[in-house]
């Protein structure tokens, strides 16, 4: 193999270790193998490999409920509730044919009033305090019906009266057991009537008085009832 001097490039046999031109030492390819090795850079690490995810057929284990955790389930009279719980299904107030006699009544002793006064020649105010007199009892009646309000829900049915002390009465549907209209002749004849409710948890009868339609208002309570039996 024909060798030459790396610096002045004179020729060299193999054997040469120095040129014999300009004294440089000729490379020895057993000994700069080492050193180029040890000068290249290592191998970056192998990432480790992952084991495979393989998913799991087990099903979950079921959640069992127990009676003690929710003993009204397991009552004879439980029901689930209809959806809904809380929606209104009607909201009245008695009508104004209740209060209606006694306005006629305050007008016919109003007039009777002022009739006296004028005939006696007494001062005319005697008769408006006489008249304020007679409007109190139907006034007071009036409003007294106008905070009155019979409420029906998907649960219960509920009385609410009073304008400054509130009392209320209600009942749950699942409690009523019958629901009656009463009319007279004379009611019959405006429309309106009584709605009597009946039920073995009430010492009387709840009864919503003087309502427009009363029929309509007993069948839409019995439709109610029939989530509840």
């Not at 850079?41 to 099903?59: G, Q």
């Not at 079921?62 to 509730?81: G, N």
């Not at 009597?196 to 009832?225: F, G, W």
């Amino acid at each position: 193999m024909t060798m030459y001097c790396h610096r002045c490039g004179n020729r060299l046999t193999t054997e040469s270790l120095f040129c014999n031109r300009c004294g440089s030492k000729v490379p020895n390819e057993s000994e700069d193998a080492p050193r180029a090795a040890a000068r290249r850079p290592p191998p970056p690490p192998r990432p480790a490999r992952r084991a495979p995810v393989l998913p799991s057929t087990s099903d979950p284990e079921p959640i069992e409920v127990y009676e003690e955790d929710y003993p009204e389930r397991y009552e004879e009279d439980y029901r689930d509730e209809p959806a809904g719980r809380d929606k209104v299904i009607f909201s009245i107030t008695p009508t104004f044919f209740e209060v209606l006699p006694s306005y006629l009544l305050a007008v016919v002793l109003s007039l009777i009033a002022t009739a006296a006064v004028a005939f006696a020649g007494s001062n005319f105010s005697y008769s408006l305090i006489a008249a304020a007199i007679f409007f109190i009892a139907p006034i007071s009646r009036h409003i007294r019906l106008k905070h009155t309000v019979y409420t029906l829900t998907a649960t219960k049915v509920e009385i609410r009266s009073g304008m400054l002390s509130k009392t209320a009465q209600s009942i749950p549907l699942r409690h009523i057991d019958n629901v009656e209209v009463s009319e007279t002749l004379k009611e019959r004849l405006i429309g309106i009537g009584d709605v009597l409710i009946d039920s073995a948890a009430l010492d009387h009868k709840m009864v919503l008085n003087n309502i427009r339609n009363p029929r309509e208002y007993a069948d839409i309570i019995m439709e109610q009832l029939q989530y509840w039996n």
